[in-house]
Structure formats: structure tokens, C-alpha cells
């Protein structure tokens, strides 16, 4: 297995800590709706985590879709600090972008593009290996470049998606093993159904893959690390550790919605805040917002709240979800619209204009967990954080270090390092 003991200490281009403030401006933005991300609880989740699997297995902290909507180069610079050994992607400027700020290793989930190999090859982004074109275009690069490419082979033991079915990857090890400047160095799969009551399927899927597994080894060809676990056979099946895991959930505080799991301390990351923008009276048999979906049954109070499915709120929790308003749940009430949401202060009669209101997290004594507002909108819990729209920003906590900051700008397009080039098609690069 390829050592990457030195990545934790490697200096960062951009290092999120040197733009932390003490201005507490920064925690009620001038912004209509903010998501509060706490960095502390991203450090101590990965360390509960290392705690669960072991010190001797690997932890892939999967930071795609920016980070489940956290802030890729924020929570990828806190997982790493914590313990985690790299970071996982969904594709090219993800890495790209994380490329910028760290030397950790960077695995791309993805089946690649061939006009990128070079750029991958040189920046030591780690392939998934599913495509022979890919795989020769890597093997080319590294010879150009006199650098090896990094390969993980994906096995489809039943996901349907991405990867070389069972049969087929003896010969499909053996095909890489045979091209010169390429180095495998991993072997893994991923679960359809591990957060189902119905286990089986996850468990044939377990079965296929060991049994690619025996095949590689008897044809003596050397595969590196194994993993498979995501966030929910992490904590359900202990056999499936393997190697390593691949966490995204668990990073951020969220447990999956599974039956089985085994015990684990985490803290939700994400506090999802607004404030009420306005509050009116609605006598018993107003409609409210489009459709009249809803209509008073009382004499009512109202309140408006400045953010919508525009921002990520899911409309199909109309008329279903709740918020916290000082401490208590208000339910949403009409339809969500693009960029408003009612909800019913009825209980509040106190309730004003600029009284904070908490749509995803803890507010005193309540909270509202992903788990719950995907329950409302028919959904999974993944969805929820990963959707928040750009408008709503994303304010850096760290009670580690007493500190509260804005979003870090992006690393740019072209960005450059001692790696090079940080656009995976730069000018030039040979197609």
C-alpha cells in the first residue's frame, strides 16, 4: 500500500485558519438565510469514526458535491486534521479544487475523461479504473511524464453504474498490470442497498466482491487496499471493513437511515438559519401561498420567512415540515415557494420580524435532523444538506479555536501549484 504519511504536515495554499475572524458580524450575515457549519464537530466525527474502524484501516472522507453542501475545502482541511487519510471526489474539478490546498491523496469516484489523463498523472489524483481507454491514456501520461498514474479498479458487484463486472476483472487487473507507468493500488466496489431492512442483496454483493477479491490473488496479481464500506456498512457490517471505508454521512454528523447500526458518538455539522422577514394576521379560512393549499382553520398568526426551494428548501415538505422558532416547532403551512415559506407562529404571539428561525439543526432544548426533513420531503437525508443554494452562506465555526469565519474563496480555474496546471483541459495539454 502506497505511503502518504507525510500528507497531514504538507503546507496548504490556501489554509482555511488563516482566514478565521473573531468578528461576530459574521454570525448573522447580512445574507436572507445562513448555514452555520461547525468545523469542531467535522474533527471530532472523523475521530470517532478512526476510533470505530481501528488505526490500521483507511478512512476516505468523501467530500463530493461540496462536501454534502459543507464547503469542500473547509471540511476536507478539518477531516484531515482530524485523522483522515484522504479525500474522495466525484469528479475532475472537485479534485481539482482540492488539489489547490492540499497534497493529501485525492481519489476521483468517477470513470474519468481521457483528455485529463496527463493532468491526473501529474497531479497525483488517484483514477477509478474502469475503462481501458482511461487506463491506456494514464499509462501514456505516465511514461510523458515520467511519474506513475495511481489507479483504483472499481468492481460492479450490483450497483449498476460504474465498474468492471466480476467476470471480467481478472482480465481487466491483468490488462493493467501489464501497461508500463501504471501502479494499482486499490480494489473496490460500492453497496446499492446497505441502508436497507432487506440485508441480503448487500450481503451477495459482499459475497461477489470477495470472491473477485480470491480471484485476483490466485492470479497473483497485487491489488493494494480493498475497501467497500460507505457510512451505513461502516456501522452495520463489520466484516465489510476491510482495508478502509469510504464516509460521507458519518462525516457530517449524519447518521444513515438504517436499520442494525452500531453505537457511535457524532455531532451534526450543519445549522441551517434564517430569520422571520415578516409576520401578519390571517383570519380563520385565509388560503395561504399558491394553490391555497393550506387555508387558516383559526384565527391565525403568520410568519414569513425569506428563503425557498430557490435556496434548496425541498417544496414537497409543504404543508409537512416543521421549523423552530424560540425553541418550538411551527409548522410550515401553504406552499414553499421559490423564494418564501410560511409557517404557522400561531403559539407564539410574541413572535417579530427578525426573531431567528432554525429550518436544519438545534435550536435550544429541539433540533431538526436531516433525517427528519428528508422524511417530509420523501427524500434521503444526503439530499438535504447537499442541495442549500448558493445564496445561503456557509459561516465557519470552530469552538477549537474560538473562532467564526465566512466561506474561503474558491481556488480558481487556473490556479497553479508546483504540480501545475489546475485545470484538468489547461491549453496545450496533450489530448
Known amino acids: 500500500m502506497t505511503d502518504h504519511s507525510d500528507h497531514r504536515t504538507a503546507p496548504a495554499r490556501q489554509d482555511i485558519s488563516a482566514q478565521v475572524t473573531n468578528d461576530h458580524a459574521l454570525r448573522r450575515p447580512s445574507s436572507h438565510s445562513w448555514a452555520e457549519v461547525a468545523l469542531d464537530a467535522i474533527r471530532d466525527n472523523v475521530r470517532a469514526i478512526k476510533r470505530f474502524i481501528g488505526p490500521s484501516r483507511w478512512l476516505w472522507a468523501v467530500v463530493k458535491a461540496d462536501a454534502y453542501g459543507h464547503g469542500a475545502e473547509a471540511v476536507a482541511s478539518a477531516a484531515l486534521e482530524a485523522g483522515a487519510d484522504g479525500l474522495a471526489v466525484s469528479c475532475l474539478s472537485e479534485a481539482g479544487d482540492l488539489r489547490?490546498?492540499?497534497?493529501?491523496?485525492?481519489?476521483?469516484?468517477?470513470?474519468g475523461d481521457i483528455r485529463a489523463a496527463a493532468w491526473m498523472v501529474r497531479l497525483g489524483i488517484i483514477q477509478t479504473a474502469c475503462s481501458r481507454p482511461m487506463v491506456e491514456a494514464m499509462s501514456q501520461a505516465a511514461q510523458r511524464l515520467d511519474k506513475p498514474a495511481r489507479l483504483h479498479l472499481k468492481i460492479d458487484t450490483g450497483m449498476g453504474r460504474i465498474g468492471v463486472r466480476p467476470e471480467e476483472a481478472v482480465a481487466f487487473a491483468t490488462f493493467i498490470s501489464e501497461l508500463p507507468g501504471v501502479r494499482l493500488e486499490g480494489v473496490f466496489s460500492h453497496l446499492a442497498t446497505a441502508e436497507s431492512a432487506e440485508e441480503s442483496y448487500a450481503l451477495i454483493q459482499f459475497q461477489r466482491f470477495q470472491q473477485v477479491l480470491a480471484q485476483l490473488k490466485d492470479a497473483g496479481i497485487p491489488i493494494g487496499m480493498r475497501h467497500l464500506a460507505n457510512s451505513a456498512a461502516t456501522l452495520r457490517f463489520p466484516s465489510?471493513?476491510?482495508?478502509?471505508?469510504r464516509a460521507g454521512l458519518l462525516i457530517y454528523g449524519i447518521l444513515p437511515d438504517a436499520p442494525g447500526l452500531a453505537p457511535i458518538r457524532l455531532r451534526p455539522a450543519l445549522t441551517w438559519k434564517t430569520q422571520l422577514s415578516f409576520v401578519h394576521q390571517a383570519p380563520a379560512g385565509s388560503p395561504i401561498s399558491y394553490g391555497s393549499t393550506y387555508v387558516a382553520p383559526t384565527d391565525s398568526i403568520v410568519g414569513v420567512l425569506p428563503l425557498g426551494y430557490a435556496d434548496g428548501y425541498p417544496r414537497r415538505a409543504?404543508?409537512?415540515?416543521?421549523?423552530?422558532?424560540?425553541?418550538?416547532?411551527?409548522p410550515v403551512i401553504g406552499t414553499v415557494c421559490m423564494d418564501h415559506m410560511m409557517v404557522d407562529v400561531t403559539a407564539l404571539p410574541d413572535a417579530q420580524v427578525g426573531d431567528e428561525a432554525v429550518l436544519l439543526g438545534r435550536q435550544g432544548n429541539s433540533a431538526i435532523t436531516p433525517n427528519e426533513l428528508a422524511a417530509w420531503a420523501g427524500t434521503v437525508a444526503h439530499e438535504v444538506p447537499t442541495v442549500i443554494g448558493r445564496r445561503v452562506k456557509r459561516v465557519y465555526l470552530d469552538q477549537e479555536r474560538a473562532a467564526v469565519s465566512a466561506a474561503p474563496a474558491r481556488a480558481g480555474a487556473g490556479a497553479q501549484t508546483a504540480a501545475g496546471d489546475l485545470s484538468p483541459f489547461p491549453e496545450g495539454e496533450p489530448r
Not at 489547490?100 to 470513470?111: D, E, K, M, S, Y
Open 100 to 111: 489547490a490546498v492540499t497534497r493529501a491523496p485525492l481519489l476521483v469516484l468517477a470513470p
Open 240 to 245: 465489510m471493513l476491510l482495508d478502509g471505508v
Open 318 to 330: 409543504s404543508n409537512r415540515a416543521r421549523v423552530l422558532v424560540r425553541g418550538r416547532e411551527c
